[in-house]
Antibody, heavy 120, light 107 residues
Framework: EVQLVESGGGLVKPGGSLRLSCAAS????????LNWVRQAPGKGLEWVSS????????YYADSVKGRFTISRDNAKNSLYLQMNSLRAEDTAVYYC?????????????WGQGTLVTVSS | DIQMTQSPSTLSASVGDRVTITCRAS??????LAWYQQKPGKAPKLLIY???SLESGVPSRFSGSGSGTEFTLTISSLHPDDFATYYC?????????FGGGTKVEIK
């Protein structure tokens, strides 16, 4: 069974940092591209960042570029999101999400999400 | 960036109704479109990928169609479990973008 379990969320002050982790199991982690997608309270889904299976290709939304860093450790079956210079508008549930296998693919599995609250 | 526009934003329907949700892309995305269902407090669930391919395990009452810039998600006969919010998403190019969502409510 595919499982994606996020952790690391919490309350942080504006300007602060947080590192999210996503522990994966039930599939060959090193074969899949992964993503972070967020959802502000009561709002829609917003893509944040993607990383290819070997970390060769990395993409960011303009809203987080230069502040967030996505990374993965295929030996540990883990995905990370380092978030710096956090702003109130970064408050959201952050989902770890796996892409389907293939050349042009989209998310097929999501974690349960971890809540990040940026507030003084 | 490719903008995704869903309509309607809210839809009131009854069990057994046929429901259609529309998604428009600001430029052609070929067939690189997915549909997700989300229930309150839960993660989204993939229903349709590549515009019309049904994800494994998803009931056949869900179907998708379209290509280019116009897409639809159809639920042929609404079940009680289908009351949720539905999102379209393009994966033709980065940044990946989602529609604003369509909430399907009980009439």
């Amino acid at each position: 069974e595919v499982q994606l379990v996020e952790s690391g969320g919490g309350l942080v002050k504006p300007g602060g940092s947080l590192r999210l982790s996503c522990a994966a199991s039930g599939f060959t982690f090193s074969s899949y591209s992964l993503n972070w997608v967020r959802q502000a309270p009561g709002k829609g889904l917003e893509w944040v960042s993607s990383i290819s299976s070997s970390s060769s290709y990395i993409y960011y939304a303009d809203s987080v570029k230069g502040r967030f860093t996505i990374s993965r450790d295929n030996a540990k079956n883990s995905l990370y999101l380092q978030m710096n210079s956090l702003r109130a508008e970064d408050t959201a549930v952050y989902y770890c999400a796996r892409n389907r296998l293939g050349t042009v693919t989209t998310v097929d599995y999501w974690g349960q999400g971890t809540l990040v609250t940026v507030s003084s | 960036d490719i903008q995704m526009t869903q309509s309607p934003s809210t839809l009131s329907a009854s069990v057994g109704d046929r429901v259609t949700i529309t998604c428009r892309a600001s430029q052609s995305i070929s067939s690189w479109l997915a549909w997700y269902q989300q229930k309150p407090g839960k993660a989204p669930k993939l229903l349709i990928y590549k515009a019309s391919s049904l994800e494994s395990g998803v009931p056949s009452r869900f179907s998708g169609s379209g290509s280019g810039t116009e897409f639809t998600l159809t639920i042929s006969s609404l079940h009680p479990d289908d009351f949720a919010t539905y999102y379209c998403q393009q994966y033709n190019s980065y940044p990946l973008t989602f529609g604003g969502g369509t909430k399907v409510e009980i009439k």
